[in-house]
C-alpha cells in the first residue's frame, strides 16, 4: 500500500520547522532504506526552504507546496513554487556538473537517493523539483542465472510450428519480458526499466506502459510489443519490440503491434510514434509497413557510441533517427504558425502524414514563457520544451543551450515550440541566430496540438552515415542538414 501526502505553507519562514518534520514524517513511511531517509528529508526540506526564502519578491506572499508519493515501487517528490520565473536551463545543467552521472544539489550527491531529479519551470507561475526513486533495484542478472541469459544465437533453429496467442501482458510475465529483452539486446537497450521485472509490471499496472505479448502453446513469452505514454500529449510512444528468433517469421511481431493499436484507439489516443535507426533501414521499413508516415529527422538524437547487435564498434558520428507517426483518427485540420521560410517543407510533412494545414499570421511574444529542460547525461543531449512562449523565451533557451553544451556537455539540445502558438515563429527565427535549425514536427506532443522541433548540435553531421529507406526521408534529412550548413555559416 502507498502513501499520498501533500502539504501546503506560506513563504512565511516561521514554516519551516513544519516542512522539516512533515518531509521527515513522510519520507519515514515509505519503503526506503532508513539509511537513505535522512540525506532524502535534507534534499527535499533544503529545496522546500529555498523555495520559502527565495521564490518570491521581497515582501511577496506566496505559497509551496510539497506532495510525496509512493504507489506501485516508485516514489515521487515534488516541490513546487509559484513565484518568479527562474533560468530552468542553468538549474538542470548545474546538477549535471562534473561527470554527468552522479548530480548533486544544495551540496548533497543525488546518486543513491534518486534515480531522477529535474527542475521544471512554469514561467510566471514558479517551479517545481521533481524526484524519483524506484525500490524496484533487482534487475534480471540478478533474477536469473547466466546461463539463462544467454544472448540469443541468430543461427537459432525454428520451434515447431504451432499456434499463437496474443494479448496484454499479465501480473507474473515480467521477469520473461525483461528476460526476452535482455536476450535479444543483451544489456544494451536504452530505457534501463526494462532490465526489471518488478519495475515492468509496476509501470503496467500505473498505465505509464502498456505490454503486450505473444505465447507459445507451452505458455512462454516469445514476443513482446509496448507502448510507452512518455509524453505529455494525447500520444504513445511503440517500442521494446522483440521475438524469440526461434518463433520468427511467423508475422508474431505484426500480431503484437495491430494488438497494441486497437488497444491504443479503444483508449482514445490520438497517435502512436517510434523513432526508427538511420544506422540501418529495417526500422524505418517496419514502420513504413504498418502506415505510419515520416514526420521529423532528428538528427544526432542517439550517441554515436549506442550498441546495435550485428554492427560492432562506435559509429562515425552521433546517430540520427527518423520519428515516424501513426495517427489512430480521422485527419484533422492544421492552424499552425510557422517561420515562412519553412512553409514549403512544413506542407510537405503535413501532406505526408494526411493533414491539412493552414499557415496563420504570427505576433509579437507577450508576457513571460513557460518550459521545461530535461538532460540525458547518457546520451550527451537535452531536450528544452516549450508550453508557452513568452517575451524571455529565447534568451532562456540560448542561455540554456550555452550551459548545456558547455557545463553539462550535451553534445545535442532540441527545443520544441507548439505550433499553435502564433509566436513560434518569431522564437524559431530567433533561435536560429543562436545555432539552432529545423528538423520537422512532433505530433500531438503536447496537449494544444503539434511542436515545431529545433536542433542545436556541437558537431555537424555527414549525409553518408544516415540511412533511409524512403525516398521522402531521403529529402527531409537533405532538408535539415542543409538548414545546419546554412546556419554553421552564419558564425
Known amino acids: 500500500m502507498g502513501i499520498d501526502l501533500e502539504l501546503r505553507v506560506s513563504n512565511d519562514e516561521c514554516v519551516i520547522p513544519v516542512i522539516q518534520s512533515f518531509v521527515s514524517g513522510a519520507i519515514a513511511q515509505t519503503r526506503l532504506k532508513r539509511r537513505l531517509h535522512e540525506r532524502l528529508a535534507k534534499l527535499v526540506v533544503l529545496s522546500a526552504c529555498d523555495a520559502v526564502k527565495h521564490a518570491y519578491g521581497t515582501g511577496e506572499e506566496g505559497s509551496i507546496t510539497i506532495g510525496i508519493r509512493e504507489s506501485h515501487g516508485k516514489l515521487e517528490i515534488i516541490v513546487r513554487d509559484y513565484g518568479m520565473p527562474q533560468d530552468i536551463g542553468a538549474m538542470e545543467s548545474r546538477l549535471r556538473l562534473g561527470d554527468g552521472k552522479s548530480s548533486r544539489l544544495f551540496?548533497?550527491?543525488?546518486?543513491?537517493?534518486?534515480?531522477?531529479?529535474?527542475?521544471?519551470?512554469?514561467?510566471?507561475?514558479?517551479?517545481?523539483?521533481?524526484?524519483?526513486k524506484w525500490f524496484h533495484n533487482k534487475d534480471i542478472t540478478?533474477?536469473?542465472?547466466?546461463?539463462?541469459?544467454?544472448?540469443?544465437?541468430?543461427?537459432?533453429?525454428?520451434?515447431?510450428?504451432?499456434?499463437?496467442?496474443?494479448?496484454?501482458?499479465?501480473?507474473?510475465?515480467?521477469?520473461?519480458?525483461?528476460?526476452?529483452?535482455?536476450?535479444?539486446?543483451?544489456?544494451?537497450?536504452?530505457?534501463?526499466?526494462?532490465?526489471?521485472?518488478?519495475?515492468?509490471?509496476?509501470?503496467?499496472?500505473?498505465?505509464?506502459?502498456?505490454?503486450?505479448?505473444?505465447?507459445?502453446?507451452?505458455g512462454r513469452v516469445v514476443g513482446h510489443y509496448a507502448l510507452e505514454r512518455n509524453i505529455d500529449g494525447p500520444v504513445a510512444e511503440g517500442g521494446e519490440a522483440v521475438v524469440d528468433p526461434a518463433h520468427r517469421g511467423r508475422k508474431l511481431l505484426e500480431r503484437i503491434k495491430e494488438t497494441a493499436l486497437q488497444e491504443a484507439r479503444r483508449i482514445g489516443l490520438?497517435?502512436?510514434?517510434?523513432?526508427?535507426?538511420?544506422?540501418?533501414?529495417?526500422?524505418?521499413?517496419?514502420?513504413?509497413?504498418?502506415?505510419?508516415?515520416?514526420?521529423?529527422?532528428?538528427?544526432?538524437?542517439?550517441?554515436?557510441?549506442?550498441?546495435?547487435?550485428?554492427?560492432?564498434?562506435?559509429?562515425?558520428?552521433?546517430?540520427?533517427?527518423?520519428?515516424?507517426?501513426?495517427?489512430?483518427?480521422?485527419?484533422?485540420?492544421?492552424?499552425?504558425?510557422?517561420?515562412?521560410?519553412?512553409?514549403?517543407?512544413?506542407?510537405?510533412?503535413?501532406?505526408?502524414?494526411?493533414?491539412?494545414?493552414?499557415f496563420g499570421k504570427e505576433r509579437n511574444p507577450e508576457g513571460k514563457g513557460e518550459c521545461t529542460v530535461r538532460v540525458d547525461s547518457g546520451a550527451a543531449k537535452a531536450m528544452i520544451r516549450v508550453d508557452r512562449v513568452g517575451v524571455d523565451t529565447v534568451h532562456a533557451i540560448r542561455h540554456a543551450r550555452r550551459e548545456l553544451t558547455e557545463h553539462?556537455?550535451?553534445?545535442?539540445?532540441?527545443?520544441?515550440?507548439?505550433?499553435?502558438?502564433?509566436?513560434?515563429?518569431?522564437?524559431?527565427?530567433?533561435?536560429?541566430e543562436y545555432g539552432f535549425s529545423f528538423t520537422g514536427i512532433a505530433p500531438n506532443f503536447s496537449e494544444s496540438g503539434d511542436m515545431l522541433r529545433l536542433v542545436y548540435l556541437t558537431e555537424p553531421l555527414q549525409r553518408e552515415h544516415i540511412v533511409t529507406y524512403e525516398e521522402f526521408a531521403g529529402r527531409l534529412v537533405e532538408y535539415a542538414l542543409s538548414e545546419q550548413e546554412r546556419i554553421r555559416q552564419q558564425f
Not at 502558438?421 to 524559431?428: I, L, N, Q
Open 142 to 218: 540478478e533474477a536469473l542465472n547466466d546461463g539463462a541469459l544467454k544472448v540469443f544465437d541468430k543461427d537459432t533453429p525454428p520451434a515447431p510450428e504451432q499456434k499463437y496467442s496474443v494479448r496484454r501482458m499479465r501480473k507474473g510475465e515480467g521477469i520473461e519480458i525483461s528476460q526476452l529483452i535482455y536476450k535479444a539486446y543483451g544489456g544494451t537497450y536504452f530505457n534501463s526499466d526494462v532490465y526489471y521485472p518488478e519495475r515492468v509490471e509496476a509501470l503496467n499496472a500505473k498505465g505509464a506502459v502498456l505490454s503486450f505479448v505473444a505465447l507459445a502453446e507451452n
Open 107 to 132: 551540496g548533497i550527491s543525488c546518486k543513491e537517493i534518486a534515480d531522477e531529479v529535474h527542475w521544471t519551470g512554469y514561467g510566471p507561475q514558479g517551479k517545481a523539483l521533481r524526484i524519483s
Open 408 to 432: 553539462s556537455h550535451a553534445e545535442a539540445v532540441f527545443a520544441d515550440l507548439p505550433l499553435a502558438d502564433p509566436v513560434t515563429p518569431h522564437a524559431a527565427e530567433a533561435l536560429e
Open 270 to 358: 490520438a497517435g502512436v510514434y517510434a523513432d526508427a535507426v538511420t544506422v540501418h533501414p529495417y526500422t524505418q521499413k517496419s514502420n513504413v509497413h504498418f502506415r505510419a508516415r515520416l514526420a521529423c529527422a532528428d538528427l544526432g538524437i542517439a550517441p554515436r557510441n549506442e550498441h546495435f547487435l550485428g554492427i560492432s564498434g562506435d559509429q562515425p558520428q552521433r546517430i540520427s533517427c527518423l520519428l515516424y507517426y501513426l495517427h489512430l483518427g480521422e485527419p484533422e485540420q492544421r492552424n499552425v504558425y510557422v517561420p515562412s521560410r519553412h512553409r514549403p517543407i512544413m506542407e510537405e510533412v503535413y501532406r505526408n502524414l494526411g493533414f491539412s494545414v493552414d
